[in-house]
């Protein structure tokens, strides 16, 4: 890297801000995804009008700007493909205002998505986006890949719950877009930026909608021998319009290697379980509870246990949100994918998906947010051995056209980012690639921001490829 | 009118079957938006017609405005120029539809009634309960942006609109989002058609997630009160509960009054979460003595099991009368119609009062209200004007001035009341549009009102969309090409 830059970026925020020995970078070039990509330069401001300047700096020595919040993203989003600045926004991490009456937070980017809920409980509030690596990733993060969680199926996407931002755009000039109510006059740009994946702007501040806590939760765990069934359960919730505020799914293979490691008091022997929460008036969940419960019978569910306090429904939920970082015990690396399939057609799909795994030999694991229909299979797979990384993608890749076959989607909550960009044209056509790229350019001409995500480097959609360039090991949050 | 007729009828009838181009005066007067007639109407029949006849305008620079069922072309300024009028109503199909996932594909001119009859046969509903409910289309409704009452729960059309398939401004039929409840594959362009009034694209085809019909039961709940601080004083009471209500209105008494003594032209459908009422019924019943017009007034629907209902009467009666209310009423199937078909046609029935109506909507966060509502009756009683106000799912207010005449006066008067009233919205957090305007009144001020700070992005994003101008040119978002000068003189 230019010398001169890294002075440059060294007067304007300290040398404590500025990260440039290889040693320093390696961190860096990671998320939780299987990509790489390493910046040659990694800076922390803690104010808006810094970014401007980085952003600015970075232009005049033509260098690309990626921003990147707690690098837990899925998808490569927060990775600087082609090097250059790299913006951490450790340092950005203040709630500048928790409005309880308004029920609206403000608050930097790199707040930590878990202390928002915290910073909000005493006024009865929570902030209702919960990915599984709620502790650690950011709302920043959050807003770049409209995450999810659990907790989506009833409340919405990050999206639904952001009302305002505060933007940087490629050549520094900061901007806000929407409003702190939520309702703004002209177009829903707030609705564009969010799930942009920072290829369109930097996010330097963000309003958010808090919501009110339940007074009422019960989390329900039906046991199944047939994964069938628990299949045929979960379409016949959605069919009998109950609406659990969460409904996870968690096969055997998976929960019993969760089990080991966290032991949440899931049944070894099961062929599959479903996590299901209901939320609201003591009144309602009552009849909800009893209404999954008749169903998950219906269905041949060996048994349906209720949580009997806070303390089992924490530990089960600990299952769940930590499963991934427990499959790291089975094999060296894991690839998730995060396709999206129509809920009635969730027990053929979880069928092919085994048949897939059992053509390129390898055991594909299950736990998902079932009840948005949102898969994440898990190809579990050992890097050094390239011949297994390859086959491992190409069933990846072939699950991934299943979901797209049957009327699903690509990605529902991790994001295109650099590791599915190839699979776009299987989606989308050249005049709708064709209007994004507008879009695109509206906004960041020169694509020195977030450059090589969401789209594909191949110009032609015959040859679809997923294949990343230097497989590594990845624990996935 | 920029290009000569017979060319441009002659052009289109190449296009669709002559059947479907209209170019006579009469047609032609039925699609005027602001009184600015189109030289033809054009009736595609399919996505790929509309996509071709908008390939021709972007060729020949003809200016076009897409259109449902013209229920609410009167929002937004008058177009700096319009040609064509596509009438989108042939392309009414349900292209999808999967019960079981709650998921759904529609054609943009399928009117939302006989839309909801049909998801209606398998318990489910669109929560868009609209102003011209039984006429309006999906199409219409969604770029026209207005909201229903049912966003107190169910959310706005952002929260539920999935995927849309639109032609661009240089004709190529293209999609955003998909047909799965949950999705991050590339940019969500459909967020943006939402109140986009046609200036971005044609939308051929909307896809949404649907909403399973409270089966187990339904009621409504009406308070009285003596002045706007208790009634707000109850919404508050009930925000900070553990009630969620699907619906929840604050009334001035001007509005109430208007309840009791008009019935609302449009016949009765929908009128809450999921009903399916007929729609040969052509109007609403009264109503009721439970009813007390000249109050302040708190509406909320609720439903679920008769536990729930029981628990939500109660609360809700014990919280009014915590907050001093003078009456409450709970409302079953037969009483709530009347007063929920009113509430969902509440815009409908102020342009019925007044031969100029003006509606502003005024986004402001709920702790401001109180003062906003006693600023905004003061500016109208000193211009000695009527009005009215419906508060809606705690923060989009509708206000409404109604002078009793139209002329040159009263234009006058509604111009300055207008500047006065933008001027009056807190700058943090808020902002106002005028909705509805007479024609005359739209000569003196942008509807849009002030200027923001991301307007040059908006612009950055028509001219990506429609590098020509040929959608709406004028019509949309304060300044975006709409250069008449302000006139505060007036």
Redesign the interface.
């Not at chain 1, 409003?179 to 740009?189: I, N, Y």
């Not at chain 1, 507008?438 to 906004?443: G, I, L």
């Given at each position: 890297m230019n010398s001169g830059l890294v002075q440059e970026f060294e007067k304007l925020l300290g040398e404590a801000s500025v990260l440039h020995k290889p040693e320093d970078l390696l961190l860096y070039e990671y998320d939780g995804s299987v990509e790489k990509g390493r910046p040659n330069l990694v800076v922390f401001p803690t104010a808006t009008e810094h970014v401007s300047r980085i952003v600015k700096l970075a232009a005049k020595y033509n260098a690309p700007v990626v921003g990147r919040g707690a690098g837990t993203g899925l998808s490569g989003g927060a990775l600087a493909r082609t090097g250059g600045v790299m913006i951490v926004f450790a340092r950005m991490n203040r709630i500048l205002e928790v409005?309880a009456?308004?029920?609206?937070a403000v608050v930097q980017p790199g707040v930590v998505n878990y202390e928002l809920t915290r910073a909000a409980e005493p006024y009865?509030l929570y902030f209702a986006p919960d990915p599984s690596s709620w502790k650690s990733c950011t709302i920043g993060g959050n807003v770049a890949?409209?995450a999810?969680g659990p907790h989506?199926l009833a409340y919405?996407?990050t999206?639904?719950h952001v009302t305002a931002l505060e933007l940087v755009l490629p050549d520094g000039e900061i901007?806000?877009?929407g409003?702190?109510?939520?309702?703004?006059?002209?177009?829903?740009?707030t609705?564009?930026f969010?799930?942009?994946e920072g290829t369109l702007a930097l996010v330097t501040e963000i309003t958010v909608k808090l919501s009110?806590k339940?007074?009422a939760v019960k989390t329900l765990l039906a046991i199944f021998d047939s994964v069938d069934d628990t299949a045929e359960s979960v379409?016949d919730i959605?069919?009998r319009?109950i609406?659990p505020a969460a409904c996870e799914m968690l096969d055997g293979w998976t929960l019993r290697a969760v089990e080991d490691y966290i032991h949440a008091g899931f049944p070894m022997d099961s062929a599959a379980v479903l996590l299901i929460e209901v939320e609201?008036?003591a009144?309602?969940v009552?009849?909800q509870a009893d209404a999954v419960t008749e169903v998950c019978n219906a269905h041949h569910a060996r048994e349906v246990r209720v949580a009997r306090d806070d303390a089992e429904r924490e530990l089960l939920w600990k299952g769940r949100k930590n499963a991934f970082g427990a499959l790291g015990r089975l094999a060296p690396s894991n690839y998730v994918l995060d396709g999206?399939?129509?809920?009635?057609?969730l027990p053929q799909t979880l069928r092919r998906i085994q048949q897939i795994g059992a053509q390129y030999g390898f055991q594909i694991g299950n736990i998902f947010?079932a009840g948005?229909?949102?898969l994440h299979p898990i190809v579990l797979y050992d890097p050094r051995n390239a011949a297994q990384f390859e086959r491992a993608m190409q069933a990846s890749a072939e699950i991934i056209r299943y979901c797209l076959e049957i009327?699903?989607?690509?990605?529902?909550?991790?994001?295109?980012g650099m590791e599915?960009s190839e699979l776009?044209p299987l989606?989308?056509?050249d005049?709708?690639f064709?209007?994004?790229r507008?879009?695109?350019?509206?906004?960041n001409p020169d694509s020195s921001l977030n450059p090589g995500k969401?789209f594909p480097l191949s110009k032609g959609c015959g040859e679809i490829r997923i294949r990343p360039k230097s497989p590594h090991s990845a624990s996935a949050s | 009118m920029t290009n000569s007729s017979p060319n441009l009828v002659l052009a289109l009838e190449a296009i669709l079957d002559a059947s479907r181009v209209f170019s006579d005066p009469l047609s032609c007067a039925a699609y005027a938006v602001d009184e600015i007639i189109p030289s033809a109407v054009a009736k595609p029949a399919s996505a790929e017609e509309a996509a071709e006849i908008v390939r021709f305008s972007a060729l020949e620079k003809f200016a076009l405005i897409p259109c449902g069922n013209r229920t609410k072309l009167a929002i937004g300024m008058p177009p700096s120029r319009y040609d064509i009028a596509l009438d989108m109503t042939n392309l009414n199909q349900i292209a999808?539809y999967?019960?079981?996932?709650?998921?759904l594909s529609v054609d943009a001119g399928t009117p939302l009634a006989q839309l909801n009859a049909e998801l209606f046969d398998h318990?489910?509903f669109l929560p868009l309960v609209v102003p011209w409910y039984s006429r309006a289309t999906i199409g219409g409704t969604i770029a026209s942006g207005l909201h229903s009452p049912l966003q107190q729960f169910y959310?706005t059309a952002?929260?539920f609109l999935i995927g849309a398939e639109f032609v661009?401004g240089s004709g190529?039929?293209?999609?955003?989002g998909?047909?799965?409840?949950?999705?991050?594959?590339?940019?969500?362009?459909h967020?943006?058609l939402?109140?986009?009034l046609g200036t971005?694209g044609v939308i051929t085809r909307l896809n949404f997630r649907t909403f399973?019909?409270p089966?187990a039961g339904s009621r409504g709940f009406v308070a009285s009160f003596p002045n706007a601080e208790a009634a707000l004083a109850l919404r508050?009471a009930i925000?900070?509960s553990?009630?969620?209500p699907l619906t929840l209105d604050v009334l001035s008494p001007e509005l109430a009054q208007l309840f009791a003594t008009r019935t609302p032209a449009t016949p009765e459908a929908a009128v809450f979460a999921g009903e399916n009422r007929s729609a040969d019924q052509t109007s609403l019943p009264p109503v009721g003595n439970w009813f007390r017009p000249r109050e302040w007034q708190l509406c909320a629907g609720f439903a679920?099991?008769p536990?729930?209902l029981?628990?939500y009467a109660r609360d809700l009666t014990r919280l009014a009368e915590q907050s001093h209310a003078t009456s409450t009423a709970i409302l079953d199937d037969t009483t709530r119609p009347a007063l929920w078909g009113r509430l969902r046609e509440s815009l409908s029935l102020l342009l019925e009062v007044s031969p100029a109506t003006a509606i502003f909507?005024i986004?402001?966060?709920?702790?401001q209200h109180t003062a906003l509502f006693a600023n905004l009756r003061q500016i109208a009683d000193r211009a000695a004007l009527s009005h009215a106000l419906v508060a809606r799912a705690g923060?989009?207010i509708y206000f409404a001035l109604l002078p009793s005449t139209a002329n040159n006066e009263t234009t006058a008067q509604l111009a300055r009341v207008t500047t006065q009233i933008f001027d009056s919205i807190p700058s943090?957090?808020?902002?106002a549009?005028l909705l509805f305007a007479p024609r005359a009144l739209k000569q003196y001020v942008s509807v849009?009102?002030p200027p923001?700070?991301?307007?040059?992005?908006?612009r950055?994003?028509?001219?990506?969309?429609d590098p020509q101008d040929i959608f709406a040119p004028g019509r949309?978002?304060?300044g975006?090409y709409f250069q008449t000068p302000f006139c505060p003189e007036l």
């Open positions: 409005d009456e308004n029920q609206r009865g890949e409209n999810g989506t919405g996407v999206t639904n901007v806000r877009v409003s702190k109510h939520g309702e703004a006059p002209g177009f829903d740009l609705g564009l969010v799930g942009s009110r339940p007074e379409v959605t069919a319009a609406t609201g008036l009144e309602a009552a009849a999206v399939i129509p809920r009635s057609k947010h948005d229909g949102n009327g699903g989607a690509l990605s529902g909550e991790h994001g295109v599915k776009m989606v989308f056509s005049a709708d064709d209007l994004m507008r879009v695109h350019d509206a906004f969401i | 999808h999967d019960p079981g996932d709650l998921t318990k489910q959310g952002r929260d661009t190529a039929l293209t999609k955003s998909g047909r799965v409840v949950k999705n991050v594959t590339g940019y969500d362009l967020k943006l939402i109140g986009s971005l399973p019909v089966i508050r925000a900070e553990s009630l969620t679920g099991t536990e729930v029981d628990r909507k986004s402001v966060l709920p702790s923060g989009t943090a957090g808020g902002n549009t849009w009102g923001r700070p991301d307007l040059a992005l908006m950055r994003l028509k001219t990506a969309f949309f978002a304060s975006i």
